[in-house]
């Protein structure tokens, strides 16, 4: 393939793009169906016209500075009086209206914007009689809501079918249907929704033994038991895993130093912690209980989340990721702090210069990893599409840097491996072998800017 397929194309895209993109979405029954953004019937697009002139404002807003700071809100489509007056953050949202409305213009939108924290407070817009927008007030969500970026249990009070626009930087938008994005302006590039990654069955194949052998354990647990115990789902540890990824995520991303995670096979561990020919861990751990402590405190999770609900009159019942979250239990609320303090830990590994090596079962083998075979670069790598990896576009590797050089060598060679590149400006990348190709997927957690 010529140098000139891998070329990006430089058209750029502004708000009236950005719209268009929505309506056309908005055409795609499958997009609809994927998305289950049809199923509430009382939800409409505003006239495209005034859709365009909301997020014309809220883009030049984005342009401003506040003294030495980019101008970040979040703003909702929705009358005030369509909200519940009655509920409070954590569980609720706190309707706050002005006495008056105010103009709805970039200037106001500069004025509000240190008020109305990105992360906790949403600005209110409705469209008067006259068919023009007007701000009438504040939402405060409080903070429980980056639980679904960032990892945890918490229950957060989900926000309205009403569009909601975020603004983090300069020429940076994301459109919301409530709680979930639909897609984002940045740099120039229309972004659609990022696909979750974790249903990806190609990469959950990469982790498939890992997860067998811990819902194994715990059988054995469950059956040794005098007491009753509830039947976890399947994809229980899968949930538990997954949040825990988040939240080492975005610990690294907010430090804004970047770092990379590999996993490897666990029958690696041995040849990984001594001399070989793959990866330098400057600082090894010591092959004792505490490097295998993630996996101890998910079975401890599991064991314990059973017994909870055990249920003599109903040794079927079977509870999930639903009955976790809701779990008032203490025991379970300490397990599931310490499980996040160790994840913080790992993150904070990172920090230093190389990658933090962990096996798939979580055995943390140490950090500062270097990926051996400095000389060797890869050139193309493929990135996929689609959450069935069946549509992957192949990309020049001559701008990247070294870690993410580090990342695509080791899966070259070692096939079984799964790296995390995460930059300094936050970007997330998943990269392994698949196929006879090192293949990589883009991490996207929603959007929305680092603490």
Same mark, same amino acid.
């Given at each position: 393939m010529h140098m000139k397929d891998f070329s990006m194309s430089q058209t750029h895209s502004y708000p009236r793009e950005l719209v268009s993109f929505i309506f056309d979405l908005w055409q795609d029954v +499958?997009?609809?169906?994927?998305e289950r953004i049809g199923i509430d019937f009382s939800f409409q697009l505003p006239d495209r016209s005034l859709f365009e002139q909301i997020v014309s404002v809220c883009y030049q807003a984005s342009l401003m500075r506040e003294e030495t700071r980019p101008i970040m809100f979040r703003l909702i489509i929705r009358p005030a009086e369509l909200f519940p007056v009655d509920m409070d953050p954590p569980a609720g949202l706190h309707i706050l209206k002005f006495s008056e409305p105010r103009s709805f213009n970039e200037q106001e939108l500069y004025r509000l914007a240190? /008020? /109305?924290?990105?992360?906790? *407070?949403?600005?209110? !817009?409705?469209?008067?009689?006259? @068919? +023009?927008?007007?701000?009438w007030g504040l939402i405060h969500s409080g903070l429980r809501w980056m639980t679904t970026i960032y990892g945890g249990r918490k229950l957060s009070p989900s926000l309205p %079918?009403?569009?909601? !626009?975020?603004? *983090? $930087?300069?020429?940076?938008?994301?459109?919301?249907?409530?709680s +979930?994005?639909?897609?984002?302006?940045? $740099?120039?590039q229309i972004n659609p929704l990022a696909p979750n990654i974790f249903a990806a069955e190609r990469l959950k194949e990469s982790f498939a033994e890992e997860h067998y052998k811990l819902r194994l354990l715990h059988s054995k /647990?469950?059956?040794?038991?005098?007491?009753?115990? /509830?039947?976890?789902? %399947? @994809?229980?540890?899968?949930?538990?895993?997954q949040q825990t990824f988040r939240r080492i995520i975005g610990v690294i991303r907010a430090s804004r130093h970047g770092g990379?995670?590999?996993?490897? %096979?666990?029958d690696m561990s041995q040849d990984l912690s001594g001399e070989n020919s793959f990866i330098n861990i400057k600082y090894r751990f010591h092959a004792d209980e505490p490097r295998h402590r993630f996996a101890t405190l998910m079975l401890r999770i599991m064991n314990t989340f059973a017994e909870i609900y055990g249920d003599i009159n109903d040794p079927e019942k079977v509870i999930g990721w639903d009955e976790y979250v809701t779990c008032?239990?203490? @025991? !379970?609320?300490?397990?599931?702090?310490?499980?996040f303090n160790v994840a913080q830990f790992i993150a904070t590994l990172a920090a230093t210069d190389g990658a933090v090596v962990m096996t798939k079962q979580q055995e943390l083998l140490g950090f500062g990893g270097f990926v051996l075979g400095d000389n060797e670069k890869i050139g193309i790598v493929h990135r996929v599409i689609d959450l069935d990896c069946k549509r992957m576009k192949p990309e020049l590797t001559n701008m990247v840097g070294t870690r993410h050089q580090g990342a695509y060598r080791l899966c070259q060679h070692l096939h079984d491996a799964l790296a995390v590149v995460i930059s300094q400006d936050g970007d997330v990348e998943l990269v392994k072998w698949l196929d006879g190709a090192v293949t990589c997927w883009s991490y996207a957690p929603s959007g929305v800017p680092d603490f």
């Open positions: +499958k997009f609809l169906e994927r240190p /008020a /109305a924290n990105f992360y906790r *407070t949403l600005i209110g !817009i409705s469209i008067d009689q006259e @068919e +023009k927008p007007r701000i %079918p009403s569009l909601v !626009i975020y603004v *983090t $930087g300069p020429g940076k938008i994301s459109i919301c249907l409530g +979930k994005m639909i897609a984002s302006l940045n $740099g120039g /647990a469950r059956d040794q038991s005098k007491r009753p115990w /509830a039947i976890i789902d %399947p @994809e229980f540890s899968k949930s538990l895993v990379m995670l590999i996993y490897v %096979p666990i008032q239990n203490e @025991e !379970i609320a300490l397990l599931d702090e310490a499980i």
